[in-house]
């Protein structure tokens, strides 16, 4: 369900290739989106946006390279683990 309008949240930007997070703060106004990043060294941006089911595309516009990206949702399942081993009899 896409965000309303005014909405304020938190997030965090994970790219595991390059074993990294960061932290950020948005709002979003009609398909504007602002985020503030808790990093000086990124500069805060605002894009504007589509949302369709799970993914997000954003738009470049103030603060950011004009680019496009197409964001997926993804849901982390953590992993089980246990110290017993099951025996098949």
């Avoid at 941006?45 to 197409?70: H, K």
């Amino acid at each position: 369900m896409p965000a309303k309008n005014g909405s304020k949240g938190s997030g965090i930007i994970a790219l595991p290739e390059k074993d990294t997070e960061c932290a950020f703060t948005y709002t979003v106004e009609e398909n504007t989106l602002q985020l503030c990043f808790d990093n000086t060294y990124i500069t805060d941006a605002t894009y504007t946006f589509t949302v369709e089911r799970d993914n997000l595309t954003l738009f470049g516009g103030d603060g950011t390279t004009g680019g496009t990206y197409a964001l997926m949702r993804v849901i982390m399942i953590p992993e089980i683990k246990t110290d017993k081993t099951a025996k098949i009899s």
